[in-house]
């Protein structure tokens, strides 16, 4: 009843909320004031309007299901062009300003936003994702530097202005020049406050000399450059009071800045200005226009709209991205949480019915051992989590899934967090994770807690990551143990009444995880890394163990199956005489658990892997007699179910699931079935017929459960509690506990009035990473990612083209290599002309993106012309996704590094690029540099645009290898030696602004030991641990910068501590897009210059 009120008092102050917000809107985005100066456009909830600059009324422009945002005015006041993802992504479309119909523009999948009209108003300039171009040698990151297109208004080709991927980009008024700011590499686009490299700069273009001119220099951020009159431009900068505020400079005279607002805390956002001279921006949600010599005016605005996001939606639910699942005792039925929400469905599937019903979150679900109740818990405010019990209200209906009345109470309610609740077997007590880290034990008879596990033996990363299990007699617990560090990872035994010593059982250095009792007490099973293939990155391989705490259990598991069956024939016996001795038969009584008793000693001799092969798990069970061993392991990229009989060590594949998640295994209390999780989908897997060693997996033994039911989804309320979620998880986890001097509950309060306005994902995603980026640190900031049924898609025929050139036809100027061009029966060359797709021409007029929608690894026709010769024929190929020519573009830059490294180095110094700080790139690195390098005389590393992972200390220690033996076969000296798995020669690293978290590690750990040198631009100060963590809208994820990282000598964490180059060198546009990479040729220079020493 207490959680049905709270729900009705949402929903109420949700109503209220829309009735209040209905006349007076808020969280404004995107405002663009006219060019007269007389209207301003603006974003509001997902739609375009505009409101006299004075104040008004606001005006709908756009009324749809999907969302439209940043509205460009054209020059002479007569079309509004805006971005909208009618198809799944941002495309351009266009209208008239007093309304009417819009039309789409660009049909190419890539994220396509308008930023200005070309002096002629003929055009529409928009940036948008796409591939540099084909001149260029800067890496292959089309979502950081967004290139500068036009497309007619009237509809037609998309043409290249520039590819140096030019933010806000903006014509001055005789078209002569642009306008613009940089991006340099990755950081949340709302962060502030920021000191480093990585900021964003203003620079101008000149289109007829093109040349570029870097107009500020202020470490902070630079964003948002508008034109003033002549060669005067106003911009959004934190240089004065580290707060974003609008600012006037001019071009003949950069170093005169003179700051034209002064707000102290939040920032400006979306500056314009009109021909007139108005300026117009955002501020603490609302519109602001200053006139010149002025002061900032609010502009009052009101708007009637009927906005149908608003309204609550019935979803249904079926099996599909189900995050938890549990078995109830019996095996009868099955509890599983969607999208935060408790369900229970019976063990068939065919009903289904929702347990709860509310906005916020419930998880971590649990049985009683009567199947009565569900235990689980519950974050219901914004002070803590509880953990609450589900209880059948009736007596006489034995089932969740059909009970009439399901009653919800506390059971443990503070103001601590206390969740991931387990009953012990016995049902008397309820051990339960306080603050993440503490394992205590609850008594709800007497309402006492003891503490099992005390504070600082734990260090939760990720909220679920810590296990633990009651013993069958309800007197002990195993739990995992990171014993009072960072990186261990042992199972620990603690008594459950909070007295003794804790046991370390494992003590091996491994990963020793997700311990479970077995055979009524007598072992364990867990999981450890001690036998399988470890992954430089951190995680890798692991098997099955089985320790016994009694020595008569481990000897009969170690009998031969031969000699096992002899001890069940002779165990048969004995319990026929016995039978035939008993006295008349009485009542039976419930059969009594016997006290677990545990031999400690000498327990590594009775130890034993029990799975054959190592691999990746996700979870195991073994079988009610305790012969058979079940788990859910990934082989080749997919989890399956499989089985090993633990006497004959048999093993086999028992269940294709196919899953590209692992999840969490159950079996009934027959034996005979399995329940899986896996993918976020629940199977039962009949495992009757598996004494059957010849029998073979096969989709006969799996069902998907036909889970079918409904969710009704308050959108709003969900994104208020997420608010809260998001906000309290920061206060929790974040790696500063004072938040980098920032006061966090100011901020809340400041952003949290805004909700009642949003009713979208885009702007949600917007104010949380406001929120988010307040702190200053890495690693934050909300993601959002859409889903939408048939979005468009844009195939790649794997081919560069002349996209600068406009009208018919498109040039060829190179076929990626590796592409579905790339084959035998190809005659296209450089120069060539691609004239039609499928038999339509490729014209001005139309954009031919559009020819290519859906069309990856579908037969497609080419029609080509070469126009030296004026020969013209078909080719037919598959084209490829756009993501899979992203990975012909980094290998084709890869190519054109080394290449340019043999040529200035005449072969004698090597190349490497590290992609990603994980196992593939270190697999990577070790096979270039020890393969195709061994003979050179010194290294070059290139970390640019390496986006993080986890690899410093495998690759310093790679790199920092020193010759210290010779090996001489036959006599002979060879080449090489010890150590041999790494190189011992010199080499350098060679960074830039781009390089980002463990990207940052490794080239700071590389200066400290003193390896070699380091060669670039600076490296913004992001070596932070963070944990990303996806809510329960799915499609929304948000990050918690959570370990820091601190050199032994120095007294600061590397958090915003930037790292300097030994020799700083800059990649000019004008450069780096014509083929030239001064900073690799610098490394180059500086490793000749050492091997020639």
Same mark, same amino acid.
């Given at each position: 009843?207490?959680?049905?009120?709270?729900?009705?008092?949402?929903?109420?102050?949700?109503?209220?909320?829309?009735?209040?917000?209905?006349?007076?809107?808020?969280?404004?985005?995107?405002?663009?004031?006219?060019?007269?100066?007389?209207?301003?456009?603006?974003?509001?909830?997902?739609?375009?309007?505009?409101?006299?600059?004075?104040?008004?009324?606001? /005006?709908?422009?756009?009324?749809?299901?999907?969302?439209?945002?940043?509205?460009?005015?054209?020059?002479?006041?007569?079309?509004?062009?805006?971005?909208?993802?009618?198809?799944?992504?941002?495309?351009?479309?266009?209208?008239?300003?007093?309304?009417?119909?819009?039309?789409? /523009?660009?049909?190419?999948?890539?994220?396509?936003?308008?930023?200005?009209?070309?002096?002629?108003?003929?055009?529409?300039?928009?940036?948008?994702?796409?591939?540099?171009?084909?001149?260029?040698?800067?890496?292959?990151?089309?979502?950081?530097?967004?290139?500068?297109?036009?497309?007619?208004?009237?509809?037609?080709?998309?043409?290249?202005?520039?590819?140096?991927?030019?933010?806000?980009?903006?014509?001055?008024?005789?078209?002569?020049?642009?306008?613009?700011?940089?991006?340099?590499?990755?950081?949340?686009?709302?962060?502030?406050?920021?000191?480093?490299?990585?900021?964003?700069?203003?620079?101008?273009?000149?289109?007829?000399?093109?040349?570029?001119?870097?107009?500020?220099?202020?470490?902070?951020?630079?964003?948002?450059?508008?034109?003033?009159?002549?060669?005067?431009?106003?911009?959004?900068?934190?240089?004065?009071?580290?707060?974003?505020?609008?600012?006037?400079?001019?071009?003949?005279?950069?170093?005169? %800045?003179?700051?034209?607002?002064?707000?102290?805390?939040?920032?400006?956002?979306?500056?314009?200005?009109?021909?007139?001279?108005?300026?117009?921006?955002?501020?603490?949600?609302?519109?602001?226009? *200053?006139?010149?010599?002025?002061?900032?005016?609010?502009?009052?605005?009101?708007?009637?709209?009927?906005?149908?996001?608003?309204?609550?939606?019935?979803?249904?639910?079926?099996?599909?991205?189900?995050?938890?699942?549990?078995?109830?005792?019996?095996?009868?039925?099955?509890?599983?949480?969607?999208?935060?929400?408790?369900?229970?469905?019976?063990?068939?599937?065919?009903?289904?019915?929702?347990?709860?019903?509310?906005?916020?979150?419930?998880?971590?679900?649990?049985?009683?051992?009567?199947?009565?109740?569900?235990?689980?818990?519950?974050?219901?405010?914004?002070?803590?989590?509880?953990?609450?019990?589900?209880?059948?209200?009736?007596?006489?209906?034995?089932? =969740?899934?059909?009970?009439?009345?399901?009653?919800?109470?506390?059971?443990?309610?503070?103001?601590?967090?206390?969740?991931?609740?387990?009953?012990?077997?016995?049902?008397?007590?309820?051990?339960?994770?306080?603050?993440?880290?503490?394992?205590?034990?609850?008594?709800?008879?007497?309402?006492?807690?003891?503490?099992?596990?005390?504070?600082?033996?734990?260090?939760?990363?990720?909220?679920?990551?810590?296990?633990?299990?009651?013993?069958?007699?309800?007197?002990?617990?195993?739990?995992?143990?990171?014993?009072?560090?960072?990186?261990?990872?042992?199972?620990?035994?603690?008594?459950?009444?909070?007295?003794?010593?804790?046991?370390?059982?494992?003590?091996?250095? =491994?990963?020793?995880?997700?311990?479970?009792?077995?055979?009524?007490?007598?072992?364990?099973?867990?999981?450890?890394?001690?036998?399988?293939?470890?992954?430089?990155? %951190?995680?890798?391989?692991?098997?099955?163990?089985?320790?016994?705490?009694?020595?008569?259990?481990? !000897?009969?598991?170690?009998?031969?199956?031969?000699?096992?069956?002899?001890?069940?024939?002779?165990?048969?016996?004995?319990?026929?005489?016995?039978?035939?001795?008993?006295?008349?038969?009485?009542?039976?009584?419930?059969?009594?658990?016997?006290?677990?008793?545990?031999?400690?000693?000498?327990?590594?001799?009775?130890?034993?892997?029990?799975?054959? @092969?190592?691999?990746?798990?996700? !979870?195991?069970?073994?079988?009610?007699?305790?012969?058979?061993?079940?788990?859910?392991?990934?082989?080749?990229?997919?989890?399956?179910?499989?089985?090993?009989?633990?006497?004959?060590?048999?093993?086999?594949?028992?269940?294709?699931?196919?899953?590209?998640?692992?999840?969490?295994?159950?079996?009934?209390?027959?034996?005979?079935?399995?329940?899986?999780?896996?993918?976020?989908?629940?199977?039962?897997?009949?495992?009757?017929?598996?004494?059957?060693?010849?029998?073979?997996?096969?989709?006969?033994?799996?069902?998907?459960?036909?889970?079918?039911?409904?969710?009704?989804?308050?959108?709003?309320?969900? %994104?208020?509690?997420?608010?809260?979620?998001?906000? %309290?998880?920061?206060?929790?986890?974040? =790696?500063?506990?004072?938040?980098?001097?920032?006061?966090?509950?100011?901020?809340?309060?400041?952003?949290?009035?805004?909700?009642?306005?949003?009713?979208?994902?885009?702007?949600?995603?917007?104010?949380?990473?406001?929120?988010?980026?307040?702190?200053?640190?890495?690693?934050?900031?909300?993601?959002?990612? &859409?889903?939408?049924?048939?979005?468009?898609?844009?195939?790649?025929?794997?081919?560069?083209?002349?996209?600068?050139?406009?009208?018919?036809?498109?040039?060829?100027?190179?076929?990626?290599?590796?592409?579905?061009? !790339?084959?035998?029966?190809?005659?296209?060359?450089?120069?060539?002309?691609?004239?039609?797709?499928?038999?339509?021409?490729?014209?001005?007029?139309?954009?031919?993106?559009?020819?290519?929608?859906?069309?990856?690894?579908?037969?497609?026709?080419?029609?080509?012309?070469?126009?030296?010769?004026?020969?013209?024929?078909?080719?037919?190929?598959?084209?490829?996704?756009?993501?899979?020519?992203?990975?012909?573009?980094?290998?084709?830059?890869?190519?054109?590094?080394?290449?340019?490294? !043999?040529?200035?180095?005449?072969?004698?110094?090597?190349?490497?690029?590290?992609?990603?700080?994980?196992?593939?790139?270190?697999?990577?690195?070790?096979?270039?540099?020890?393969?195709?390098?061994?003979?050179?005389?010194?290294?070059?590393?290139?970390?640019?645009?390496?986006?993080?992972?986890?690899?410093?200390?495998? *690759?310093?220690?790679?790199?920092?290898?020193?010759?210290?033996?010779?090996?001489?076969?036959?006599?002979?000296?060879?080449?090489?030696?010890?150590?041999?798995?790494?190189?011992?020669?010199?080499?350098?690293?060679?960074?830039?602004?781009? @390089?980002?978290?463990?990207?940052?590690?490794?080239?700071?750990?590389?200066?400290?030991?003193?390896?070699?040198?380091?060669?670039?631009?600076?490296?913004?100060?992001?070596?932070?641990?963070?944990?990303?963590?996806?809510?329960?809208? &799915?499609?929304?994820?948000?990050?918690?910068?959570?370990?820091?990282?601190?050199?032994?000598?120095?007294?600061?964490?590397?958090?915003?501590?930037?790292?300097?180059?030994?020799?700083?060198?800059?990649?000019?546009?004008?450069?780096?897009?014509?083929?030239?990479?001064?900073?690799?040729?610098?490394?180059?220079?500086?490793?000749?210059?050492?091997?020639?020493?």
């Amino acid at each position: 009843m207490m959680k049905m009120l709270l729900s009705f008092l949402i929903s109420l102050c949700s109503l209220y909320a829309s009735a209040q917000t209905g006349n007076t809107p808020r969280w404004l985005r995107n405002s663009a004031i006219s060019p007269d100066g007389q209207w301003i456009a603006f974003e509001y909830k997902g739609d375009i309007f505009k409101v006299p600059a004075s104040g008004g009324t606001a /005006l709908a422009i756009t009324i749809t299901p999907d969302y439209e945002s940043n509205p460009v005015w054209s020059h002479d006041g007569k079309l509004i062009a805006f971005a909208s993802d009618r198809y799944g992504n941002f495309d351009v479309y266009v209208m008239p300003s007093g309304g009417g119909t819009a039309t789409r /523009l660009t049909w190419n999948s890539a994220a396509d936003v308008p930023l200005d009209f070309t002096p002629d108003d003929k055009s529409v300039v928009f940036g948008t994702a796409r591939n540099d171009f084909y001149t260029s040698v800067r890496f292959p990151l089309p979502g950081i530097f967004m290139k500068l297109y036009r497309v007619p208004v009237a509809g037609g080709r998309s043409v290249m202005l520039n590819s140096a991927g030019m933010g806000d980009a903006s014509y001055n008024k005789d078209g002569s020049m642009l306008i613009f700011e940089d991006k340099k590499g990755y950081e949340s686009d709302e962060r502030k406050h920021e000191r480093a490299s990585v900021t964003r700069d203003i620079w101008t273009y000149n289109i007829a000399t093109e040349k570029y001119a870097k107009l500020t220099s202020f470490q902070g951020n630079d964003l948002q450059p508008v034109w003033g009159d002549g060669d005067n431009y106003f911009y959004l900068s934190e240089q004065n009071d580290d707060n974003l505020n609008v600012y006037q400079s001019s071009v003949a005279d950069t170093g005169r %800045r003179i700051q034209l607002t002064h707000f102290k805390r939040n920032p400006v956002r979306d500056l314009s200005r009109s021909g007139n001279g108005i300026l117009c921006f955002t501020y603490a949600g609302d519109i602001y226009t *200053l006139k010149e010599g002025g002061q900032p005016e609010k502009v009052n605005i009101t708007l009637q709209a009927d906005f149908a996001q608003q309204a609550s939606k019935t979803l249904p639910v079926t099996n599909e991205d189900i995050s938890e699942m549990a078995l109830s005792p019996d095996g009868m039925e099955v509890a599983f949480v969607y999208r935060g929400d408790i369900f229970a469905s019976s063990a068939d599937g065919n009903t289904t019915k929702r347990l709860t019903n509310t906005p916020y979150q419930e998880r971590m679900i649990e049985f009683s051992p009567d199947g009565r109740s569900i235990i689980f818990s519950v974050e219901k405010d914004s002070s803590s989590w509880d953990i609450n019990q589900l209880e059948i209200a009736n007596k006489n209906e034995p089932y =969740f899934y059909a009970a009439t009345v399901v009653n919800n109470t506390p059971v443990i309610a503070t103001g601590k967090d206390e969740f991931q609740p387990h009953y012990s077997p016995d049902g008397k007590k309820i051990a339960y994770l306080e603050e993440r880290n503490i394992l205590k034990v609850y008594d709800p008879e007497t309402k006492k807690t003891v503490t099992v596990i005390p504070e600082g033996v734990n260090y939760s990363y990720a909220d679920g990551d810590e296990y633990f299990n009651w013993s069958p007699d309800s007197k002990w617990i195993l739990a995992n143990s990171s014993e009072g560090t960072f990186n261990r990872a042992e199972i620990d035994l603690v008594k459950a009444d909070g007295t003794g010593e804790r046991k370390n059982l494992t003590e091996s250095g =491994f990963d020793d995880v997700m311990p479970k009792w077995g055979a009524d007490g007598k072992m364990m099973a867990w999981i450890s890394s001690r036998e399988g293939m470890s992954n430089p990155s %951190r995680g890798g391989q692991g098997d099955v163990y089985a320790m016994f705490f009694d020595k008569k259990a481990f !000897d009969r598991f170690n009998l031969s199956e031969d000699d096992f069956k002899l001890l069940k024939k002779e165990e048969k016996k004995d319990s026929i005489n016995k039978e035939k001795e008993l006295p008349e038969k009485k009542a039976v009584k419930t059969k009594e658990v016997k006290p677990v008793e545990l031999d400690l000693d000498d327990l590594n001799t009775r130890t034993k892997r029990l799975t054959i @092969n190592s691999s990746m798990l996700s !979870d195991f069970i073994l079988s009610k007699d305790g012969e058979k061993l079940y788990y859910l392991a990934k082989y080749e990229n997919e989890y399956n179910l499989w089985q090993t009989e633990l006497r004959s060590h048999d093993t086999k594949v028992i269940a294709q699931l196919k899953a590209k998640e692992g999840g969490s295994l159950a079996i009934d209390t027959s034996g005979k079935t399995i329940f899986v999780l896996a993918g976020g989908k629940i199977s039962s897997v009949n495992i009757a017929d598996e004494n059957d060693k010849n029998k073979k997996a096969t989709d006969d033994n799996v069902k998907l459960l036909p889970i079918k039911a409904s969710f009704n989804l308050d959108a709003e309320g969900e %994104r208020q509690y997420l608010f809260e979620h998001t906000w %309290r998880q920061v206060t929790k986890k974040l =790696f500063d506990p004072k938040f980098q001097g920032v006061d966090w509950k100011y901020y809340h309060d400041f952003y949290q009035q805004f909700l009642p306005y949003v009713n979208n994902n885009h702007d949600f995603r917007d104010l949380l990473s406001e929120m988010l980026g307040e702190l200053n640190v890495s690693h934050t900031g909300a993601r959002y990612y &859409p889903k939408k049924d048939n979005a468009d898609e844009t195939a790649s025929l794997g081919m560069l083209y002349n996209v600068k050139k406009g009208g018919d036809g498109l040039v060829v100027e190179e076929i990626l290599a590796g592409g579905p061009m !790339d084959n035998s029966k190809t005659k296209v060359k450089p120069g060539d002309i691609l004239e039609k797709i499928n038999g339509t021409a490729i014209t001005a007029d139309f954009d031919w993106a559009g020819l290519l929608n859906h069309a990856e690894k579908v037969f497609t026709r080419l029609s080509f012309s070469d126009p030296s010769s004026s020969k013209k024929w078909d080719e037919v190929i598959k084209p490829v996704s756009a993501a899979e020519e992203q990975t012909l573009m980094y290998n084709r830059w890869v190519k054109m590094m080394q290449k340019m490294t !043999d040529s200035l180095s005449r072969g004698t110094v090597g190349y490497v690029h590290v992609k990603a700080m994980n196992d593939p790139s270190f697999r990577t690195v070790i096979s270039k540099v020890l393969g195709k390098n061994f003979d050179k005389k010194a290294l070059i590393v290139d970390t640019r645009f390496n986006g993080g992972g986890w690899l410093h200390d495998n *690759l310093v220690t790679f790199l920092g290898g020193k010759l210290y033996m010779q090996f001489a076969p036959q006599g002979n000296i060879v080449p090489g030696g010890e150590s041999m798995d790494k190189w011992t020669k010199p080499s350098c690293v060679v960074m830039s602004e781009s @390089n980002y978290s463990d990207a940052f590690m490794f080239p700071y750990i590389y200066k400290e030991l003193g390896i070699g040198k380091l060669i670039g631009m600076p490296v913004p100060g992001t070596g932070t641990a963070v944990w990303w963590e996806r809510q329960i809208d &799915p499609t929304i994820v948000f990050g918690i910068p959570m370990i820091a990282t601190k050199g032994v000598n120095e007294d600061n964490f590397t958090e915003n501590h930037q790292l300097e180059p030994d020799i700083k060198v800059e990649n000019p546009y004008n450069k780096v897009l014509n083929g030239q990479d001064p900073q690799l040729e610098a490394a180059v220079k500086e490793m000749l210059k050492t091997v020639s020493k």
